[in-house]
Protein backbone atom coordinates (compact mmCIF):
# COMPACT_ATOMS: atom_id res chain seq x y z
CA UNK A 1 0.00 0.00 0.00
CA UNK A 2 2.75 2.55 1.11
CA UNK A 3 4.77 1.73 -2.64
CA UNK A 4 1.13 2.57 -4.51
CA UNK A 5 0.94 5.64 -2.62
CA UNK A 6 4.35 6.87 -3.28
CA UNK A 7 4.16 5.65 -6.94
CA UNK A 8 0.87 7.55 -7.60
CA UNK A 9 2.75 10.86 -5.57
CA UNK A 10 5.45 10.27 -8.03
CA UNK A 11 2.78 10.10 -11.14
CA UNK A 12 1.45 12.94 -10.15
CA UNK A 13 3.79 15.56 -9.60
CA UNK A 14 5.43 14.10 -12.68
CA UNK A 15 2.23 15.01 -14.65
CA UNK A 16 1.93 18.41 -13.15
CA UNK A 17 5.92 19.11 -13.52
CA UNK A 18 5.08 18.39 -17.36
CA UNK A 19 2.38 20.53 -17.32
CA UNK A 20 4.64 23.64 -15.92
CA UNK A 21 7.24 22.92 -18.72
CA UNK A 22 4.68 22.85 -21.31
CA UNK A 23 3.15 26.40 -20.15
CA UNK A 24 6.21 27.62 -19.21
CA UNK A 25 7.98 27.02 -22.83
CA UNK A 26 4.80 28.38 -24.58
CA UNK A 27 5.16 31.89 -22.93
CA UNK A 28 9.42 31.80 -23.53
CA UNK A 29 8.63 30.95 -26.86
CA UNK A 30 5.56 33.92 -27.29
CA UNK A 31 7.03 36.08 -24.74
CA UNK A 32 6.92 39.24 -27.01
CA UNK A 33 3.11 38.43 -27.63
CA UNK A 34 2.46 39.30 -23.83
CA UNK A 35 2.50 41.93 -21.03
CA UNK A 36 4.49 41.96 -18.22
CA UNK A 37 5.12 38.93 -16.36
CA UNK A 38 5.41 39.46 -12.48
CA UNK A 39 7.24 37.08 -10.00
CA UNK A 40 5.35 36.22 -7.03
CA UNK A 41 7.31 37.41 -4.68
CA UNK A 42 5.98 41.15 -6.48
CA UNK A 43 2.30 39.77 -7.01
CA UNK A 44 2.43 39.65 -2.75
CA UNK A 45 4.18 43.26 -2.31
CA UNK A 46 1.14 44.63 -5.04
CA UNK A 47 -1.42 43.01 -2.65
CA UNK A 48 0.20 44.31 0.77
CA UNK A 49 0.19 39.87 1.05
CA UNK A 50 -3.43 39.78 0.35
CA UNK A 51 -5.12 42.20 2.62
CA UNK A 52 -8.30 43.15 0.87
CA UNK A 53 -10.01 40.51 -1.32
CA UNK A 54 -12.83 41.63 -3.76
CA UNK A 55 -14.51 38.29 -4.59
CA UNK A 56 -13.78 34.49 -5.39
CA UNK A 57 -15.48 32.27 -7.76
CA UNK A 58 -14.13 28.62 -9.34
CA UNK A 59 -11.51 30.31 -10.73
CA UNK A 60 -9.82 31.58 -7.67
CA UNK A 61 -10.10 34.40 -5.55
CA UNK A 62 -9.59 38.54 -6.61
CA UNK A 63 -7.83 40.68 -5.10
CA UNK A 64 -7.11 44.62 -4.98
CA UNK A 65 -3.92 45.68 -5.29
CA UNK A 66 -1.49 49.03 -5.92
CA UNK A 67 1.41 49.09 -8.93
CA UNK A 68 4.49 50.99 -7.58
CA UNK A 69 2.87 54.04 -10.02
CA UNK A 70 -0.50 54.47 -7.99
CA UNK A 71 -2.66 52.69 -10.55
CA UNK A 72 -5.11 50.27 -8.60
CA UNK A 73 -5.37 46.75 -9.68
CA UNK A 74 -7.22 43.43 -9.97
CA UNK A 75 -5.24 40.60 -9.18
CA UNK A 76 -6.99 36.96 -10.32
CA UNK A 77 -4.45 34.04 -8.09
CA UNK A 78 -6.13 30.90 -9.98
CA UNK A 79 -6.63 28.11 -8.35
CA UNK A 80 -4.48 24.85 -9.45
CA UNK A 81 -5.71 23.97 -13.20
CA UNK A 82 -7.61 20.91 -14.01
CA UNK A 83 -6.85 21.49 -17.73
CA UNK A 84 -3.74 21.22 -17.81
CA UNK A 85 -2.79 25.28 -17.65
CA UNK A 86 -5.06 25.23 -20.79
CA UNK A 87 -7.16 28.38 -18.74
CA UNK A 88 -4.17 29.87 -18.08
CA UNK A 89 -2.95 30.11 -21.34
CA UNK A 90 -5.89 30.64 -22.86
CA UNK A 91 -6.66 33.81 -20.90
CA UNK A 92 -3.18 34.99 -21.57
CA UNK A 93 -2.73 34.22 -24.48
CA UNK A 94 -6.07 35.51 -26.19
CA UNK A 95 -6.24 38.75 -23.75
CA UNK A 96 -2.66 39.63 -23.57
CA UNK A 97 -3.21 40.60 -27.47
CA UNK A 98 -6.29 42.69 -27.08
CA UNK A 99 -6.12 46.67 -26.86
CA UNK A 100 -10.16 47.74 -27.07
CA UNK A 101 -11.97 49.71 -25.10
CA UNK A 102 -14.67 47.26 -24.10
CA UNK A 103 -12.14 44.50 -23.27
CA UNK A 104 -10.59 44.29 -20.13
CA UNK A 105 -7.09 45.28 -19.96
CA UNK A 106 -4.68 42.30 -18.83
CA UNK A 107 -1.67 44.26 -17.33
CA UNK A 108 0.64 41.51 -16.33
CA UNK A 109 0.42 37.89 -15.27
CA UNK A 110 2.56 35.61 -13.23
CA UNK A 111 3.09 32.09 -13.62
CA UNK A 112 5.54 30.13 -10.84
CA UNK A 113 4.18 26.60 -10.92
CA UNK A 114 1.26 26.06 -8.89
CA UNK A 115 1.46 29.62 -8.16
CA UNK A 116 -0.87 31.69 -11.45
CA UNK A 117 -1.96 35.14 -11.22
CA UNK A 118 -3.60 37.41 -13.49
CA UNK A 119 -3.37 41.27 -13.66
CA UNK A 120 -5.71 43.56 -14.43
CA UNK A 121 -7.00 47.11 -14.65
CA UNK A 122 -9.22 47.69 -11.50
CA UNK A 123 -13.08 47.75 -12.30
CA UNK A 124 -14.43 50.01 -9.46
CA UNK A 125 -18.21 49.20 -10.22
CA UNK A 126 -17.28 45.39 -10.25
CA UNK A 127 -19.65 43.25 -12.44
CA UNK A 128 -23.07 43.75 -14.66
CA UNK A 129 -24.46 41.56 -11.87
CA UNK A 130 -24.92 43.46 -9.53
CA UNK A 131 -26.40 46.16 -11.66
CA UNK A 132 -28.74 44.95 -13.66
CA UNK A 133 -30.69 42.33 -10.92
CA UNK A 134 -30.33 45.51 -8.58
CA UNK A 135 -33.83 46.95 -7.37
CA UNK A 136 -33.23 49.84 -5.84
CA UNK A 137 -30.20 51.79 -4.02
CA UNK A 138 -26.56 52.54 -5.36
CA UNK A 139 -26.08 50.17 -7.69
CA UNK A 140 -29.44 50.73 -9.36
CA UNK A 141 -29.25 51.84 -12.94
CA UNK A 142 -31.89 54.01 -15.33
CA UNK A 143 -32.66 52.06 -18.70
CA UNK A 144 -30.72 54.68 -21.03
CA UNK A 145 -26.65 54.11 -19.51
CA UNK A 146 -28.41 49.95 -19.54
CA UNK A 147 -28.56 50.21 -23.47
CA UNK A 148 -25.32 52.54 -23.17
CA UNK A 149 -23.74 49.37 -22.03
CA UNK A 150 -25.35 46.64 -24.09
CA UNK A 151 -23.76 48.65 -26.98
CA UNK A 152 -20.13 49.05 -25.49
CA UNK A 153 -20.71 44.78 -25.15
CA UNK A 154 -21.42 44.54 -28.21
CA UNK A 155 -18.26 46.43 -29.57
CA UNK A 156 -16.95 44.30 -27.86
CA UNK A 157 -17.61 41.05 -28.96
CA UNK A 158 -18.27 42.67 -32.06
CA UNK A 159 -14.05 43.57 -32.05
CA UNK A 160 -13.40 39.91 -30.43
CA UNK A 161 -14.86 38.11 -34.29
CA UNK A 162 -13.92 40.52 -36.62
CA UNK A 163 -11.32 42.99 -34.99
CA UNK A 164 -8.31 40.60 -34.80
CA UNK A 165 -5.91 38.92 -36.69
CA UNK A 166 -7.50 35.55 -35.30
CA UNK A 167 -11.09 35.09 -34.50
CA UNK A 168 -11.45 35.10 -30.86
CA UNK A 169 -14.76 33.09 -29.69
CA UNK A 170 -15.61 34.07 -26.24
CA UNK A 171 -17.80 30.64 -25.31
CA UNK A 172 -18.90 32.54 -21.88
CA UNK A 173 -20.68 36.04 -22.13
CA UNK A 174 -23.08 36.74 -19.20
CA UNK A 175 -23.48 39.30 -16.92
CA UNK A 176 -20.85 38.14 -14.35
CA UNK A 177 -17.83 38.69 -17.13
CA UNK A 178 -19.15 41.86 -18.05
CA UNK A 179 -17.18 44.65 -15.74
CA UNK A 180 -17.62 48.27 -15.46
CA UNK A 181 -15.49 51.15 -14.95
CA UNK A 182 -15.72 53.89 -12.93
CA UNK A 183 -17.71 55.51 -15.69
CA UNK A 184 -19.39 52.66 -16.21
CA UNK A 185 -17.85 51.69 -19.71
CA UNK A 186 -18.06 47.49 -19.82
CA UNK A 187 -15.37 45.49 -20.36
CA UNK A 188 -15.72 41.75 -21.91
CA UNK A 189 -13.53 39.58 -18.73
CA UNK A 190 -12.87 36.40 -18.28
CA UNK A 191 -11.49 35.03 -21.44
CA UNK A 192 -10.52 31.43 -19.56
CA UNK A 193 -13.15 29.62 -22.01
CA UNK A 194 -11.98 31.26 -24.95
CA UNK A 195 -10.61 29.45 -28.39
CA UNK A 196 -8.81 31.70 -31.02
CA UNK A 197 -9.13 30.56 -34.89
CA UNK A 198 -8.06 31.62 -38.41
CA UNK A 199 -10.67 34.66 -39.74
CA UNK A 200 -11.52 32.28 -42.49
CA UNK A 201 -12.51 29.81 -39.86
CA UNK A 202 -16.47 29.72 -40.19
CA UNK A 203 -17.03 26.71 -38.35
CA UNK A 204 -15.06 25.35 -35.55
CA UNK A 205 -14.36 21.53 -33.62
CA UNK A 206 -15.00 21.48 -30.32
CA UNK A 207 -15.11 18.07 -28.08
CA UNK A 208 -17.12 19.37 -25.59
CA UNK A 209 -19.77 22.21 -24.39
CA UNK A 210 -17.86 24.82 -23.03
CA UNK A 211 -19.78 28.15 -21.05
CA UNK A 212 -22.72 28.81 -17.93
CA UNK A 213 -25.80 27.46 -17.93
CA UNK A 214 -28.28 29.50 -19.53
CA UNK A 215 -26.13 31.50 -21.78
CA UNK A 216 -24.34 28.30 -23.57
CA UNK A 217 -26.61 28.16 -27.44
CA UNK A 218 -28.20 25.28 -28.29
CA UNK A 219 -25.82 24.11 -31.18
CA UNK A 220 -22.97 22.84 -28.39
CA UNK A 221 -26.02 20.13 -27.04
CA UNK A 222 -27.51 19.26 -29.94
CA UNK A 223 -25.65 18.57 -32.97
CA UNK A 224 -28.55 18.41 -35.23
CA UNK A 225 -29.22 21.80 -34.91
CA UNK A 226 -26.05 23.86 -36.69
CA UNK A 227 -22.62 24.07 -36.68
CA UNK A 228 -20.57 25.53 -33.51
CA UNK A 229 -19.06 29.07 -35.07
CA UNK A 230 -19.22 33.00 -33.89
CA UNK A 231 -22.93 32.24 -33.35
CA UNK A 232 -22.43 30.91 -30.26
CA UNK A 233 -21.47 34.51 -28.81
CA UNK A 234 -24.76 35.75 -30.20
CA UNK A 235 -26.81 33.54 -28.63
CA UNK A 236 -25.20 34.07 -25.30
CA UNK A 237 -25.59 37.56 -26.11
CA UNK A 238 -28.56 37.76 -26.56
CA UNK A 239 -29.52 36.13 -23.58
CA UNK A 240 -27.43 38.93 -21.78
CA UNK A 241 -29.77 41.19 -23.51
CA UNK A 242 -32.53 39.85 -22.29
CA UNK A 243 -31.63 40.14 -19.13
CA UNK A 244 -30.48 44.01 -19.10
CA UNK A 245 -34.39 44.74 -20.93
CA UNK A 246 -36.27 42.71 -18.36
CA UNK A 247 -34.03 42.88 -15.44
CA UNK A 248 -34.44 39.96 -14.86
CA UNK A 249 -32.15 36.29 -14.71
CA UNK A 250 -32.88 33.94 -16.90
CA UNK A 251 -32.98 31.39 -14.58
CA UNK A 252 -35.21 31.61 -11.76
CA UNK A 253 -36.12 28.79 -9.40
CA UNK A 254 -38.33 31.00 -8.16
CA UNK A 255 -40.86 31.81 -10.75
CA UNK A 256 -44.92 32.67 -9.86
CA UNK A 257 -45.73 30.80 -13.01
CA UNK A 258 -44.49 27.03 -14.73
CA UNK A 259 -44.87 30.04 -17.75
CA UNK A 260 -42.08 31.49 -16.98
CA UNK A 261 -39.43 28.46 -16.60
CA UNK A 262 -38.49 29.14 -20.00
CA UNK A 263 -37.45 32.95 -19.91
CA UNK A 264 -37.12 33.72 -23.66
CA UNK A 265 -40.59 32.34 -24.32
CA UNK A 266 -41.91 34.18 -21.44
CA UNK A 267 -40.16 37.30 -22.37
CA UNK A 268 -42.03 36.55 -26.32
CA UNK A 269 -45.33 36.20 -24.99
CA UNK A 270 -45.25 38.91 -22.90
CA UNK A 271 -43.80 41.25 -25.37
CA UNK A 272 -46.46 39.99 -27.71
CA UNK A 273 -49.69 40.70 -25.46
CA UNK A 274 -48.18 44.37 -25.09
CA UNK A 275 -47.59 43.60 -21.62
CA UNK A 276 -44.78 44.80 -19.63
CA UNK A 277 -41.97 43.02 -19.12
CA UNK A 278 -40.66 45.32 -16.26
CA UNK A 279 -41.76 48.97 -17.75
CA UNK A 280 -42.86 50.53 -14.71
CA UNK A 281 -42.29 54.13 -14.27
CA UNK A 282 -40.29 54.41 -17.05
CA UNK A 283 -40.62 57.74 -20.04
CA UNK A 284 -41.23 56.97 -23.71
CA UNK A 285 -37.64 57.17 -24.85
CA UNK A 286 -36.79 53.89 -22.08
CA UNK A 287 -39.42 52.23 -23.60
CA UNK A 288 -38.31 52.47 -26.93
CA UNK A 289 -35.10 51.45 -25.87
CA UNK A 290 -36.43 48.34 -23.81
CA UNK A 291 -38.67 47.33 -26.65
CA UNK A 292 -35.73 47.58 -28.91
CA UNK A 293 -33.45 45.37 -26.54
CA UNK A 294 -36.42 42.49 -26.48
CA UNK A 295 -36.09 42.38 -30.49
CA UNK A 296 -32.57 42.38 -30.72
CA UNK A 297 -32.19 39.84 -27.84
CA UNK A 298 -34.70 37.66 -29.50
CA UNK A 299 -33.22 37.50 -32.94
CA UNK A 300 -29.91 36.58 -30.67
CA UNK A 301 -31.16 33.78 -29.19
CA UNK A 302 -33.16 31.80 -32.42
CA UNK A 303 -32.66 28.02 -32.16
CA UNK A 304 -30.64 27.82 -35.41
CA UNK A 305 -27.49 29.25 -35.48
CA UNK A 306 -28.08 30.98 -39.68
CA UNK A 307 -31.06 32.92 -38.38
CA UNK A 308 -28.94 34.84 -35.81
CA UNK A 309 -26.99 38.11 -36.93
CA UNK A 310 -23.11 38.51 -36.84
CA UNK A 311 -22.76 41.25 -34.20
CA UNK A 312 -21.94 43.66 -36.52
CA UNK A 313 -25.69 43.86 -37.52
CA UNK A 314 -26.68 43.54 -33.93
CA UNK A 315 -24.69 46.49 -33.49
CA UNK A 316 -26.65 48.24 -36.83
CA UNK A 317 -29.86 46.85 -34.84
CA UNK A 318 -29.17 47.96 -31.37
CA UNK A 319 -28.24 51.96 -33.00
CA UNK A 320 -30.79 52.03 -35.74
CA UNK A 321 -33.98 52.83 -35.72
CA UNK A 322 -36.85 50.71 -33.76
CA UNK A 323 -39.44 51.08 -36.69
CA UNK A 324 -36.97 49.16 -38.92
CA UNK A 325 -37.04 46.19 -36.71
CA UNK A 326 -39.03 43.38 -36.57
CA UNK A 327 -40.26 40.46 -34.54
CA UNK A 328 -38.78 37.48 -35.02
CA UNK A 329 -40.12 33.68 -34.91
CA UNK A 330 -41.25 32.65 -31.77
CA UNK A 331 -38.23 31.10 -29.87
CA UNK A 332 -38.15 27.10 -29.42
CA UNK A 333 -36.85 25.64 -26.90
CA UNK A 334 -35.31 22.19 -28.44
CA UNK A 335 -35.32 21.52 -32.08
CA UNK A 336 -38.24 19.88 -33.47
CA UNK A 337 -36.82 16.37 -33.90
CA UNK A 338 -36.61 16.00 -30.04
CA UNK A 339 -38.80 15.09 -28.43
Not at 147 to 156: D, F, T, V
Request: glycine share 8%; aromatic share 12%.
Amino acid sequence: MPFVAIFLIYKYRRRHLAMDKNVEEFLQAHSHFFPIRYSYLNIKKITRNFKHKLGEGGYGSVYKGTLKSGNEVAIKILKQSKAHGQDFISEVATIGRIHHINIVQLIGFCFEGSKQALVYDLMTNGSLDKHIFAKEGDKFLDYMKIYEIALGIARGIEYLHRGCDMQILHFDIKPHNILLDKNFIPKVSDFGLAKLYPTDHSIVSLTAARGTLGYIAPELFYKSIGDVSYKVDVYSFGMLLMEMASRRNNINANVERSSQIYFPLWVYDQFGEGTSVEMEEVVEEERKVIKKMIIVALWCIQLNPDHRPPMNKVLEMLEGDIGKLHMPPKPLIYPPDVS
